[in-house]
């Protein structure tokens, strides 16, 4: 386990109005697509990109007599996603109906969770920069299904619906009013997606709408906060706008500053900031009016009356439990103390659970902080400079670690090593096989390396003397020495030999 307790928590943000200070106070609630093939109640495809309306089961466009079905698998998504949140698992959990009307919702209603969530209290610790983290309080996650998509820009007198998305399992992760800042928020939402993705709950895809934000801001005044956090009283609390469907880290950053900075002025005319929906503009880098902030009774929530409780068993979660893969805090920490990382590094190393992986892979048998060289600066920096990712590098975790074991047997040097990585990732290939084919081999004849090294000592007297008055400028014999045998031969023997004869 991880010691959360030697954190700092980083300091609010604070934004000074004309008047005086304000704090922020920010929670969100996260909706994950479910990683699955097939929807909530139904069989039908959650494929990404279909003609519209191909994914579509009789239950999802609502037809008479049409029953939902819940589909185990997401339930198993929902629990193992808690589980990684350290979250309590509910064994006894239930439906219900959010009854409101919109045209790509054809049942009148969306299938939800209000008052029995299948999953309780959690947290998530989102890292800040090196000691300092912000520890954010799950307050529950709940499963529903998604809607349809209303598209308006395809006809000047018509709307069109596509009800490929209508049913697709959602986890709505909702969390506590524990965030401080715009960075934190973002922050949060980063560890949230990372976390999931290792889990394999959801894909994470921001742009296909497969992770998507609502953001509630208010501001307070200094010393408010703690008092709501003392007291539990969220009358201490300012009046909270929600900002909808939020799909990029930098938008919720530049939605929260607006947001934020629109509620003081409000304030601090006399004005009272009305509790509603708010979207954000990009292109205006505003909110704007959505509806008033509707409350659980505007939804007329009732039990839904096809669906009976859902009672899971301990021994099924305890089952779901033992499967969990290691986790990217565990295994950041695992990387630091086994393999003598950076926090740093190995936080870069960590960030995506594909490049964990491939690093693992190259890491193995092998000496970690040379790994997490070759892994971060040659591939990673290459791969970014390419604009690719690590699933499509053109050099595989194997051959990277081939590139390594030459190293480490001193068969090529650091500088050798580096022309053979252009090889790979140009042509591919076998690193050893490229290394005897091509005469790439560095020299480690210490007859043959001192030979040249005699030849450039006699026809560079003058240098000879200046490197004797001065130790440090006998760099310049080893780089000639390197030069006249192409970067082959050996430099720790090329040091040794010019030190010894400028001795």
């Not at 349809?148 to 395809?154: A, E, L, P």
């Not at 509603?276 to 659980?296: F, I, V």
């Not at 805090?329 to 992986?357: H, I, Q």
Request: with cysteine.
């Amino acid at each position: 386990m991880l010691d959360h307790l030697s954190f700092t928590a980083p300091e609010p943000k604070t934004i000074a109005g004309a008047k005086g200070d304000w704090e922020l106070v920010i929670g969100l609630e996260v909706h994950a697509q479910v990683a699955s093939r097939a929807k909530l109640f139904s069989g039908a495809s959650t494929e990404f990109g279909a003609e519209p309306n191909s994914n579509v089961a009789f239950v999802d466009a609502a037809m008479p007599g049409m029953l939902p079905v819940i589909n185990e698998f997401c339930v198993a998504q929902a629990v193992r996603t808690g589980l990684g949140l350290k979250a309590a698992i509910n064994l006894v959990s239930a439906f219900d109906r959010k009854n409101y009307f919109y045209p790509d919702l054809p049942q009148g209603y969306q299938i939800s969770q209000l008052y029995h969530p299948i999953v309780g209290e959690g947290e998530v610790i989102v890292d800040m920069g090196p000691g300092i983290a912000r520890r954010v309080r799950i307050e529950r996650i709940h499963m529903e299904q998604d809607a349809g998509k209303s598209i308006h820009d395809m006809d000047p007198n018509m709307s069109f619906v596509d009800l490929n998305r209508t049913g697709v399992a959602l986890m709505e992760i909702v969390s506590r009013p524990d965030i401080r800042g715009p960075e934190e928020a973002a922050a949060y939402v980063g560890k949230l997606r990372q976390i999931m993705r290792y889990l394999g709950t959801c894909d994470g895809n921001m742009q296909n709408g497969n992770l998507r934000a609502d953001v509630n801001v208010s501001v307070c005044p200094p010393g408010a906060y703690e008092k709501y956090a003392e007291t539990g009283d969220f009358s201490h609390l300012g009046t909270r706008c929600e900002i909808k469907n939020m799909n990029s880290m930098r938008f919720i950053q530049q939605a929260i500053d607006f947001e934020a900075r629109r509620q003081i002025a409000i304030i601090e005319d006399g004005g009272t900031v009305v509790q509603e929906t708010r979207l954000y503009d990009p292109d205006r880098g505003e909110t704007r009016s959505m509806r008033s902030k509707e409350e659980a009774h505007d939804y007329r929530y009732f039990p839904d009356p096809d669906l009976l409780p859902l009672e899971i068993e301990q021994a099924w979660v305890d089952e779901i439990a033992a499967s969990m893969p290691e986790l990217p805090d565990e295994k950041k920490a695992r990387f630091v103390r086994e393999m003598g990382l950076s926090e740093y590094d190995a936080g870069v190393l960590t960030a995506d659970v594909e490049n964990a992986n491939f690093f693992e892979i190259v890491a193995k048998g092998r000496d970690g902080k040379q790994a997490a060289n070759w892994v971060i600066n040659e591939l990673f920096g290459r791969l970014n400079k390419e604009g690719l990712v690590i699933e499509t590098s053109p050099i595989s975790a194997a051959q990277l670690g081939g590139v390594i074991d030459l190293i480490a047997k001193g068969d090529i040097s650091g500088k050798i090593a580096k022309d053979l990585f252009e090889i790979l990732w140009t042509e591919g290939g076998d690193p050893a096989e490229i290394v005897e084919a091509r005469g790439m081999k560095q020299v480690t004849d210490l007859g043959a390396i001192e030979k040249v090294v005699d030849e450039i000592i006699a026809a560079n007297p003058a240098q000879v003397e200046k490197a004797r008055q001065n130790p440090k400028l006998a760099g310049w014999f080893v780089g000639q020495v390197l030069k006249a045998t192409g970067g082959k031969a050996n430099p720790a023997a090329v040091n040794e030999l010019v030190a010894k004869k400028l001795a």
